[in-house]
C-alpha cells in the first residue's frame, strides 16, 4: 500500500508539473512583456535626461557621467531608438572627435529608421568631410531605395549627382525628394542647378522661381535666376533679381 501511494504520488506530481507547464509559460511570457516595458519606460527616461543636459551644454556635455552616461544607458536599454544613436553619434562627432564611432552611431540609426534625417546628413557630412564622396552617394541612395518618403536621403542623392555631373539622374532624385516634400526649397534649387547645367533654361527658371516664393531670402537661387534671366534677355528683371541678392548679402554681413 505504501508503494502504491509513493507511485500515486509520483504520478500526480508529474500531471501538476505538466499541468503548470503552460502556465508557467505565460507568466515567463507576461514577465518577459514588463520587462520590455520597463526597458523601454527607462531608455525613455535616460535619454530624456540626455536631451537635457546636451541643451545645456558645457560641463554637462564634456563630462562624460551627465550627457553622455544617459545616452549610453539609452541605447543600451532600446537599440531600436534611432534618437538615441543619432544623439551618441553627434557626442563623438562634435564632443570625443571620434569619427569612426560617430559613423557607427549614425549608421545604426538609419538602420532603424531610413528617414532618420539628422542621423542620414550628419553621416553624409562626416563622410563628405573625410573625402568618401563614393560611400556618400552609396549611402543615400540606399536609404532613397528603401524608403520613398526619406526626403534627405534623395535629395542628397541629387547633390552628389550633382557633383559628378551626372544632371539626368539628379533631376531624377530631387523630383523624389519632391514627391515626399514637395515645399522643400533647398530641393528646388538643386533641380533649378540641374536644369540650368543642361542648358533647360525655362524649367531651370521655374524651378529657382519656386524656391524663391518658399524662401525668398535664398541667395543661390536669387543669383542663379538673375543670371537665367540675363541669358533670356530679360535684363530689368535680372537687374532687380541682383539687388535683392546683394541686398540679402548686406543683411548676412550684419
Not at 53 to 78: P, S
Not at 98 to 103: F, K, L, N, T, V
Request: glycine letters at 6%; a negative charge.
Amino acid at each position: 500500500l505504501l508503494a502504491a501511494k509513493e507511485e500515486a504520488v509520483e504520478e500526480n506530481g508529474d500531471d501538476s508539473e505538466q499541468g503548470d507547464g503552460g502556465e508557467n509559460d505565460n507568466e515567463e511570457e507576461g514577465e518577459e512583456d514588463d520587462d520590455d516595458d520597463e526597458d523601454s519606460e527607462l531608455a525613455s527616461w535616460h535619454l530624456a535626461c540626455a536631451r537635457c543636459y546636451w541643451a545645456l551644454g558645457g560641463n554637462y556635455v564634456t563630462d562624460k557621467k551627465f550627457c553622455f552616461n544617459h545616452l549610453l544607458q539609452a541605447a543600451q536599454l532600446d537599440s531600436e531608438s534611432c534618437e538615441a544613436f543619432t544623439l551618441l553619434g553627434r557626442y563623438y562627432s562634435q564632443v570625443a572627435q571620434d569619427s569612426e564611432r560617430a559613423r557607427k552611431c549614425f549608421q545604426r540609426a538609419l538602420a532603424n529608421d531610413d528617414n532618420a534625417e539628422e542621423a542620414g546628413q550628419w553621416l553624409c557630412d562626416e563622410l563628405h568631410r573625410q573625402g568618401q564622396y563614393v560611400l556618400e552617394e552609396s549611402i543615400c541612395a540606399e536609404a532613397a531605395e528603401n524608403s520613398a518618403t526619406a526626403t534627405w536621403a534623395w535629395r542628397r542623392l541629387g547633390f552628389c549627382q550633382i557633383r559628378q555631373q551626372n544632371f539626368t539622374n539628379a533631376i531624377s532624385s530631387f523630383y523624389g525628394a519632391l514627391r515626399a516634400s514637395p515645399e522643400d526649397s533647398t530641393t528646388w534649387e538643386g533641380l533649378g542647378a540641374s536644369y540650368q547645367e543642361m542648358g533647360m533654361l525655362t524649367s531651370a527658371k521655374k524651378a529657382y522661381e519656386k524656391a524663391i516664393s518658399d524662401s525668398p531670402k535664398r541667395e543661390y537661387s536669387l543669383l542663379q535666376l538673375a543670371r537665367v534671366e540675363y541669358t533670356l534677355a530679360s535684363y530689368d528683371h535680372a537687374a532687380e533679381l541682383y539687388t535683392r541678392a546683394l541686398e540679402v548679402c548686406e543683411e548676412v554681413d550684419q
